[in-house]
Nanobody, 121 residues
Framework: QVQLVESGGGLVQAGGSQRLSCAAS????????MGWYRQAPGKERELVAV???????NYADSVKDRFTISRDNAKNTVSLQMNSLKPEDTAVYYC???????????????WGQGTQVTVSS
């Protein structure tokens, strides 16, 4: 069984920075994509950033040039450095990973429990 555990989050003032980290543990044979989604109250969950095992990253337009995603393939971790935070970045942030548990296992999507990020104006 695979688990994703997030750390970071909390309250920050507008214009400030915050770093989220996520560690995947358990039976991990290969990890394809890892990333972050977020869900604000009353809104759909949306992609924030995703990074492939080769290092190619994609970002939502709303966070480009402010957020940076990185991963450590050896440690199965993914981080999100968030700068110039805005009140509209307030949401629960979820870690995501697409993982195969063995050579024969298909890739499956796993989610963290979520961490609250609140940006005050």
């Amino acid at each position: 069984q695979v688990q994703l555990v997030e750390s970071g989050g909390g309250l920050v003032q507008a214009g400030g920075s915050q770093r989220l980290s996520c560690a995947a543990s358990g039976s991990i044979f290969r990890s394809n994509a890892m990333g972050w989604y977020r869900q604000a109250p009353g809104k759909e969950r949306e992609l924030v950033a995703v990074i492939l095992s080769g290092g190619i990253a994609n970002y939502a337009d709303s966070v480009k040039d402010r957020f940076t995603i990185s991963r450590d393939n050896a440690k199965n971790t993914v981080s999100l450095q968030m700068n110039s935070l805005k009140p509209e970045d307030t949401a629960v942030y979820y870690c995501y990973a697409r993982i195969g548990e063995s050579y024969y296992s298909p890739l499956r999507d796993y989610w963290g429990q979520g961490t609250q990020v609140t940006v005050s104006s």
